[in-house]
């Protein structure tokens, strides 16, 4: 059986040059309570605390847009 994943949310951030972008946060299974994060074009994202996350393949941290 194939699961399609579940956008949640998504949260406007930014790096340490001001740069936007937006982290998508959303559901890989639907049974399951299990969220993931990416970036809009795919590249994985992980959550590291309420404020702040980063960009898995280079180690760039986003923080959130007030």
Not at 28 to 45: I, N
Not at 53 to 66: A, S
């Amino acid at each position: 059986m194939s699961s399609i994943p579940r956008e949640l949310y998504r949260e406007p951030c930014q790096d340490e040059d001001g740069n936007p972008y937006t982290v998508i946060v959303y559901r890989p299974f639907p049974h399951l309570s299990v969220t993931d994060y990416a970036l809009e074009d795919g590249t994985p994202v992980r959550f590291i605390d309420d404020c702040l996350f980063e960009i898995e393949p280079t180690g760039k941290q986003l923080t959130r847009c007030p």
